[in-house]
């Protein structure tokens, strides 16, 4: 059996080394019991206490109003996308125009927060699909990533949230779902390599077939200028 203090090594390791536990986001069963305004006010305390932890003045002008102004930011913000209430609506229409190729939403913005040392991961994703007789608004991918971007994240887990949900909205497999992003916690801490990004991808349905995937990887390295 591991002792206290190697348990503790073990899960710091985990976070160093990013592994996620599961593919759903983990949440408590009592996880939206409390209001947004009853969370605002806890996180704010504890900002707080964090602060003057640190041995900071929170009297100064600058960070007096800082633990309301982080307690606001995790609720309503970068952690919005925890909260079911929040998912976007994703109405489908049925493809009239019998458009039968894949279509591809690149270079969509994105930020999300590290789910180990709660800093930001900033990149762009890249996501694909072939109808099958349904198609969602363009705008609709574009929410669907931010939905699953705020919300602590390994970025493993938001490839799979981000294709499962398409794959669930449009009734098909057929879903393909690319991310370049860097994450802070490596370049500014730890190894503190600013020049890395890292690379992840979900396919599903007919893009785990070589000549399709292949096809929209060649569409998310077209040199777009406008």
Sequence with gaps: MK??????????????????SSEETPLRKDAFLLSDEEKIERIKGSVREIL????????????????????KM????????????????????????????????????????????????????HVAYISNGSVVGLSKMNRIVDYYAKRPQVQERLNIQIVRELQKVLGTEDVACVIDAK???VNSRGIRDIESSTVTAEYGGKFKQEAV??????????????
């Design 3 to 20: 002792t206290e203090g190697t348990l503790e090594e073990h899960f710091e390791q985990l976070g160093d080394d990013h592994i996620s």
């Design 52 to 71: 003057l932890t640190l041995g900071m003045d929170l009297e100064d002008d600058s960070l007096k109003g800082t633990p309301n102004r982080v307690a």
């Design 74 to 125: 995790f609720v309503k913000e970068i952690f919005g996308g925890l909260h079911p209430d929040r998912k976007p609506n994703s109405s489908t229409f049925d493809n009239k125009y019998k458009y039968g190729e894949m279509l591809v939403e690149k270079n969509i913005t994105l930020y999300s927060t590290c789910e180990h040392h709660l800093l930001p991961i900033v990149g762009r994703a």
């Design 183 to 185: 994450h802070l916690c």
């Design 213 to 226: 995937r292949n096809e929209f990887l060649e569409y998310i390295n077209m040199d777009t200028q406008f």
